[in-house]
Nanobody, 119 residues
Framework: QEKLVESGGGLVQPGGSLRLSCAAS????????IGWFRQAPGKGREGVSC????????YYADSVKGRFTISMDNDKNTVYLQMNSLKSEDTAVYYC????????????WGQGTQVTVSS
């Protein structure tokens, strides 16, 4: 069955870096747009970045522009989120999701990976 699994989260100091991975199984990730979302304690879910796999277009929330980079490895059926210059406010559970192009709905979601930025 279709599944997304995030990994790469952890504890990092402010100014540090992490690379999150979103591995897909049961479907071809290249047929979907892929979004990264995050949810901090007591906050709503926030869109962070999106990759339109059909043409390689990328989008970023203003809060992460210049610091985060989304990319894909087609051979591994995996999307990455490189996070640099991390700030305390980046602390959240990060989720990846696959957007069905025909409906626009994010039909597949990963279980989330915790990112904690703290000294």
């Amino acid at each position: 069955q279709e599944k997304l699994v995030e990994s790469g989260g952890g504890l990092v100091q402010p100014g540090g870096s992490l690379r999150l991975s979103c591995a897909a199984s049961g479907f071809i990730l290249d047929d979907y747009s892929i979004g990264w979302f995050r949810q901090a304690p007591g906050k709503g879910r926030e869109g962070v970045s999106c990759l339109v796999t059909t043409d390689g277009s990328t989008y970023y929330a203003d809060s992460v522009k210049g610091r985060f980079t989304i990319s894909m490895d087609n051979d591994k059926n995996t999307v990455y989120l490189q996070m640099n210059s991390l700030k305390s406010e980046d602390t959240a559970v990060y989720y990846c999701a696959a957007q069905e192009l025909s409906s626009g709905a994010f039909v597949y979601w990963g279980q989330g990976t915790q990112v904690t930025v703290s000294s």
